[in-house]
């Protein structure tokens, strides 16, 4: 028994042995280890060959008495030895360095090919791709992108009432699985696919589970579609309600996001259709057409187009106007816009949100504004429904610039060495890889962190903490999940993005963007990116921020507030939220 435990034994050890030694740095050490005995080993046989040396005046002698007596030390032979062996070590380490290169050269290339393909332009890829000597079929799928023209296809049919139907394509299916061609007539004519929306099917863009949402949250989701939704917008009885973004200086995004809701809670307590006109942030040669200037350069439009027309065409009748079938926000104040009634048609889902928010150490279990916290988080859910496969193409820029080279090694593991020089094996696509694995969201390194450092000018509306703190936090997360390891962080502030490289032992991604030094107002900061660059990437970090799986934030801001609200609307109540401050209005 015991000469089995001890070659068990033996086994183990000489299976860690075999790991250790496999490792790039162990290999350097023993590579360290055999140079330094081969040049021991000359030292020595230098000596020998002289037979005696001094040293600081005193003599030593090797004992060799005649010529003809036998060495005990074979000096030139050991020479030769130990310089083959350190030859063969060179060309081990040269073969060692010359592997790496050309891996990281590998990789630069598949990061370079990839973010070619994210051209809007067919000449400029088809340029790239010639003067690298490359075609289309060799490159592989890149895991981090989403295919942008797909995906405003399946949104735009999932916002779309279907025809002679009641409501859109909402099924039990996900995805691309609602065209699936069904395979019998019986089949056809038995999918839910092809029956009118019950009680139990919501709208799509909620995920998760109930518990890991607000209360009500799909019930509210669909209502909220259909009252923006009616069927015949010229019907006499549909009002409408018709409202320009705030454009006030100093109003953020988030301030203009928070007073929209604001005004959608008043458009169903009026029984009104919310239409939203112009929108100064979307004011940019970006947003090309008809989305220019308009919210729908980002997220689909909060209602119909023929809803919009009618509603315009309202605004040009002056007995609309007077007799109240239309509005404007100039009919409200802003205390109804801003600290208005939130709508009452669920009852009171607010006074049983799960307390899944800690601050200093404690979770809140009740506060002042709790409507207003749950009524925010369905609007704002609402309003980003669905992205544009502009806002799409934003993320995808976000993402290859932060994930792509790791994407890249992942990638090339499951290529031959050969690769760019042969073609991707069977990179055709099945059925499977097109209904089914479609749906899935684009690869970003997970478990992921949000964090949002708000510092400069926002002392003026809350506590002000150092980014210490937030790091802080994120260890204690870190403490209960040690596979966390990314960050994605969000601030406007450079100082913050310094701080950051004092913490080794934390991957930080975060935009490519000039960030703020010393004080400033963030709307003279926001004025020196553009307004196009000023509203895209913090729409970015926003979006960023709901897919994470953890988030940092100060509720004191209205955009972390937001935040919060659509990761409460989209499957992550239970991840919690750390916050460094409370709201100043709780």
């Not at 090339?412 to 069977?426: I, Q, Y």
Request: hydrophobic share 35%; glycine share 6%; proline share 5%.
């Amino acid at each position: 028994m015991e000469a089995m435990n001890q070659k068990s034994l033996e086994r183990v050890v000489s299976q860690r042995a075999l790991q250790m030694g496999s490792s790039f740095p162990c290999q350097i050490c023993v590579v360290g280890f055999l140079c330094g005995v081969c040049l021991a080993s000359l030292f020595l046989a230098a000596l020998t060959s002289f037979g005696s040396f001094e040293f600081n005046g005193i003599s030593f002698s090797m004992g060799a008495s005649s010529s003809s007596s036998p060495s005990p030390w074979n000096s030139s032979s050991d020479a030769i030895n130990c310089k083959l062996k350190l030859k063969e070590t060179e060309r081990w380490f040269n073969s060692q360095r010359s592997t790496m290169e050309t891996d990281n050269e590998r990789v630069s290339l598949l990061h370079l090919v990839w973010g070619a393909l994210l051209t809007e332009s067919v000449h400029e890829e088809r340029e790239f791709f010639l003067e690298f000597g490359l075609n289309r079929s060799s490159v592989p799928n890149a895991p981090h992108l989403e295919n942008c023209k797909l995906s405003a296809y399946i949104n735009m049919r999932l916002d779309t009432r279907a025809e002679n139907e009641s409501f859109p394509p909402w099924t039990n299916r996900k995805g691309l699985l609602d065209m699936y061609p069904a395979s019998t007539a019986k089949e056809q004519l038995g999918s839910p696919r092809h029956r009118p929306i019950s009680e139990g099917v919501y709208p799509p863009w909620i995920t998760g589970s109930d518990e890991e949402n607000y209360p009500l949250t799909r019930k509210v989701q669909r209502d909220i579609w259909v009252h923006q939704h009616p069927p015949n917008c010229w019907d006499p009885n549909v009002r409408f309600l018709v409202a320009d973004w705030e454009r006030l200086p100093g109003f953020g995004i988030g301030a203009q996001i928070a007073g929209m809701c604001g005004l959608l809670a008043i458009a169903i307590n009026e029984k009104r259709v919310l239409v939203t006109n112009y929108y100064n942030r979307a004011d940019h040669d970006g947003c090309k057409g008809s989305s220019r200037s308009s919210w729908s350069c980002y997220f689909l439009p909060e209602t119909s187009q023929e809803c919009r027309d009618r509603a315009f065409e309202l605004m040009e009748n002056k007995e609309a106007l007077e007799k109240g079938i239309i509005t404007t926000k100039d009919n409200y104040s802003s205390k109804q816009i801003w600290a208005g009634r939130a709508p009452r048609v669920w009852g009171d889902p607010w006074s049983y949100l799960q307390p899944t928010t800690e601050i200093n150490g404690t979770l809140i279990a009740y506060h002042r504004k709790m409507d207003r916290r749950w009524w925010r988080a369905q609007a704002v859910r609402y309003l980003m429904r669905f992205l544009t496969e502009y806002t799409c193409g934003l993320l995808n820029v976000a993402h290859h610039a932060a994930f792509g080279k790791e994407a890249a090694k992942m990638v090339l593991t499951g290529l031959p060495r050969e690769w760019p020089n042969v073609e991707v094996a069977n990179n055709s696509r099945s059925d499977i890889e097109d209904f089914v694995w479609s749906s899935h969201r684009p690869w970003i390194p997970r478990p992921m962190l949000s964090m949002h450092v708000r510092m400069g000018d926002k002392a003026c509306e809350m506590k002000v903490v150092e980014f210490e703190k937030y790091m802080l936090l994120a260890d204690r997360i870190r403490k209960h999940f040690p596979h966390l390891n990314s960050i994605w962080l969000s601030t406007e502030m450079q100082e913050v993005v310094d701080k950051s490289k004092l913490y080794p032992h934390w991957n930080f991604y975060y935009t490519n963007v000039t960030r703020q030094v010393g004080n400033m107002t963030m709307a003279i900061y926001e004025a020196s990116l553009g307004r196009e660059t000023g509203t895209n990437y913090p729409l970015v970090n926003f979006l960023m921020a709901t897919d994470s799986d953890f988030f940092i934030g100060a509720l004191g801001s209205t955009w972390c507030f937001l935040i919060d609200g659509m990761r409460n609307t989209g499957g992550k109540v239970m991840s919690g939220y750390l916050s460094v401050n409370k709201d100043r209005f709780w």
